[in-house]
Nanobody
Framework: QVQLIESGGGLVEAGGSLRLSCVAS????????MGWFRQDSEKDRGFVAR????????DYEDSVKGRFTISRDNSKDTVYLEMNSLKPEDTAVYYC????????????????WGQGAQVTVSS
């Protein structure tokens, strides 16, 4: 069983930056693909970014391309989401996810989920 714990959320002004971290425990991250989703009060949980277990494949939701960067350090069993040029519409609870299937990290039916980290961007 894999446990995912996010950290790094908080309150930031528009244009600012935050970095989310997600540490996996219970087994090594590899060979799990990792990703990030977000959910605000009005929408369903949606895909943000994903990275393959080797790091060779990346994918981003269109609205975050050029602003967010996903990365991982398998030696630390950790995946990161660097968020720059934040906008008020980025305000949401951000969830870390992991799965052996690449497609599960877009479809939102990943096997493992973190508890969520609140990100609030003020205008």
């Amino acid at each position: 069983q894999v446990q995912l714990i996010e950290s790094g959320g908080g309150l930031v002004e528009a244009g600012g930056s935050l970095r989310l971290s997600c540490v996996a425990s219970g087994r090594t991250v590899s060979p799990l693909h990792m990703g990030w989703f977000r959910q605000d009060s009005e929408k369903d949980r949606g895909f943000v970014a994903r990275m393959s277990w080797t790091g060779a494949r990346l994918d981003y939701e269109d609205s975050v391309k050029g602003r967010f960067t996903i990365s991982r350090d398998n030696s630390k069993d950790t995946v990161y989401l660097e968020m720059n040029s934040l906008k008020p519409e980025d305000t949401a609870v951000y969830y870390c996810a992991a799965d052996r299937l690449w497609s599960a990290l877009v479809a939102g039916n990943a096997s493992y989920w973190g508890q969520g980290a609140q990100v609030t961007v003020s205008s």
